[in-house]
């Protein structure tokens, strides 16, 4: 956990299982980290790993099984992807929009830019 960054510890660890989630580690149906082990593995307070994990409940990401654990729902992919991308579009995209006004970048020049880098040829390295 980054103790300086501007989000709170426990919208950390929130993002933390939903990136988990995103990257299918976790799946629907898979129990994950009791509270306390993941204080333990994070170095935090379980009550922050409490707050995190009944944030991740109200969104339908997790269900809390009494005496079991928290397991990952059927929905939380979709869940996800749905409230992250109402975020970039509401949040990051018109910053986004706006340094390209500010910096005279127009769509054509991110298409050139990603069309040339495509047919740069790429440096070899050892694995390729």
């Known amino acids: 956990m980054e103790f300086s960054d501007p989000k709170g510890i426990y919208q950390q660890i929130a993002d933390r299982v939903q990136e ?3 990257q299918s580690i976790w799946t629907a ?6 509270v306390r082990e993941m204080a333990v593995e994070l170095g935090v307070n379980p009550n922050t ?14 269900a809390n ?4 654990g928290f397991f990952v729902t059927e929905e939380a992919v979709s869940s996800i992807i749905h409230t ?5 579009l ?9 340094t390209m006004q500010l910096l ?3 769509p054509e020049d991110i ?15 050892d694995e390729t």
């Open 20 to 22: 988990q989630i995103l």
């Open 29 to 34: 149906g898979d129990q994950i980290p009791s």
């Open 49 to 62: 790993v409490a707050r995190s994990y009944q944030v991740l409940v109200e969104r339908r990401i997790l």
């Open 65 to 68: 099984q009494r005496g079991r």
């Open 84 to 88: 992250l991308r109402n975020e970039f």
């Open 90 to 98: 509401d949040k990051d995209l018109p910053k986004i929009i706006k």
């Open 104 to 106: 005279g970048i127009g």
């Open 111 to 125: 298409a050139n830019h990603f069309h040339d880098n495509e047919t740069q040829p790429r440096e070899k390295t």
